[in-house]
């Protein structure tokens, strides 16, 4: 059992960095607006998504490198769009998953209402442990998150459901009004992640066959199952939390992270009760925490990884992009902390507009050349893999079209 625990960890890194604003916020709001009629979109985009994030593992293990390494073999100008698109998004991201997660901090310990000062402690925690403990200590780390995480919402569901007397209505819809299609691509674009996120997989899989060289694919396989379950489980988890106490409440949510967690843990508590505060605070705590330490290990590796293959040494180096992330998050929070509505906006439509990009260029990695002849994809997945891509591409198109 300790020994299978031990070979578990990029899925986990991956349900870490996926259960947060995508579960927390949009799947809860999800539920507080439309009850459980939008189920069949979570349902959608965690089936359709789900080969083109597995690709980043199975590439890692065919390879012995990162997707990052196979978009360089396409060419320098996948590598250049990669970067140019996560610059613009990596700031922002962890801005949002941050100042969320520092609203949670001030509802669960108190000591201080200024949500700039706990956002600015959070990120200069995450800093230090990650530059004390790098890949290690955040594998360790997860593990005790995601369990923690995992029995403190389906505690909080089942007391949630006691304390409703709501009639589960399981008619799906799409939402008509413009509002409410916004609403709709930001949570299908960050559900379960953005597809940029399959980069991180494949970096993290890397790190942890590095560490341990007798983890076969089979076991990495079983790994990231593991972590994807768990985000769809946990999503459904959340729309139901939303669902039961919020749907039909009259409560309108704030779009300000900090002012929306508030909300969320003191509408919580006042219907399901205030015995079960610590509880609901914890699972929500833990949800932010783990996004924000992943998404601020990922990125710089990420980072690190472009600027090397395309040959700029000097910028470069994990901890110099873990120094720059942080940094520039900060100046965020300290000058731009009005504007994060908006910025969210842009980072989780750009996600959705993207994904469509990134899993054919997943989808093209893993079908090519590079990969070793027992790893090619069976007709089945092949078949599977395309019908995502059409998917993903309509819904952008789509979308597109209405703006």
């Not at 199952?225 to 106490?245: D, E, K, P, Q, R």
């Not at 027992?374 to 597109?400: A, D, E, P, T």
Request: aromatic letters at 14%; hydrophobic letters at 55%; one cysteine or more.
């Amino acid at each position: 059992m300790i020994n299978s625990l031990k070979k578990l960890g990029p899925g986990l890194l991956f349900a870490g960095a996926a259960i947060g604003v995508s579960h927390l916020v949009q799947s809860t709001k999800a539920g507080a607006e439309f009850g459980f009629g939008l189920v069949w979109a979570l349902l959608l985009c965690n089936f359709f998504k789900y080969p083109f994030f597995l690709f980043g593992t199975k590439y890692a293990h065919a390879t012995g490198e990162t997707l990052l390494d196979g978009y360089k073999k396409i060419g320098d100008y996948v590598l250049i769009i990669y970067l140019i698109l996560s610059f613009v998004t990596i700031f922002t991201i962890q801005a949002a998953v941050t100042i969320v997660t520092a609203g949670l901090a001030i509802e669960l310990f108190g000591f201080s209402t200024d949500i700039t000062i706990w956002a600015i402690i959070i990120i200069l925690g995450c800093l230090l442990l990650l530059l004390i403990g790098k890949y290690s200590l955040l594998d360790n780390l997860i593990k005790i998150i995601i369990l923690v995480l995992g029995i403190c919402t389906v505690l909080a569901v089942f007391y949630a459901k006691i304390n409703s007397d709501m009639i589960i209505n399981i008619n799906q819809i799409i939402p008509s009004n413009f509002e409410g299609i916004i609403f709709l691509v930001a949570f299908m674009g960050w559900m379960p992640a953005p597809l940029d996120v399959s980069i991180w997989q494949s970096i993290w899989t890397k790190e942890k066959i590095a560490i341990n060289k007798t983890i076969d694919y089979k076991t990495a396989l079983y790994d990231f199952n593991i972590g994807y379950i768990t985000t769809v489980v946990l999503g459904i988890c959340f729309i139901s939390l939303g669902a039961f106490v919020m749907y039909n409440s009259g409560e309108k949510f704030s779009d300000q992270g900090g002012e929306f967690a508030g909300q969320l843990i003191d509408l919580y508590t006042s219907s399901i009760g205030e015995n079960m505060f610590l509880i609901i605070a914890i699972a929500a705590f833990t949800t932010m925490f783990s996004t924000t330490i992943t998404c601020l290990d990922a990125s710089p590796r990420a980072m690190d990884k472009s600027f090397e293959l395309l040959g700029f040494r000097k910028l470069s180096g994990y901890n110099f992009w873990l120094v720059i992330l942080s940094a520039g998050t900060i100046l965020i929070f300290i000058f731009f902390m009005s504007e994060m509505g908006s910025l969210v906006k842009i980072a989780t439509i750009l996600s959705f507009i993207t994904a469509p990009i990134y899993a054919i260029l997943n989808y093209t990695l893993i079908t090519s050349k590079f990969m070793p002849s027992n790893f090619h994809l069976s007709i089945k997945m092949k078949v599977y893999s395309i019908i995502g891509i059409i998917f993903l591409s309509s819904f952008s198109i789509w979308y597109i079209t209405l703006i």
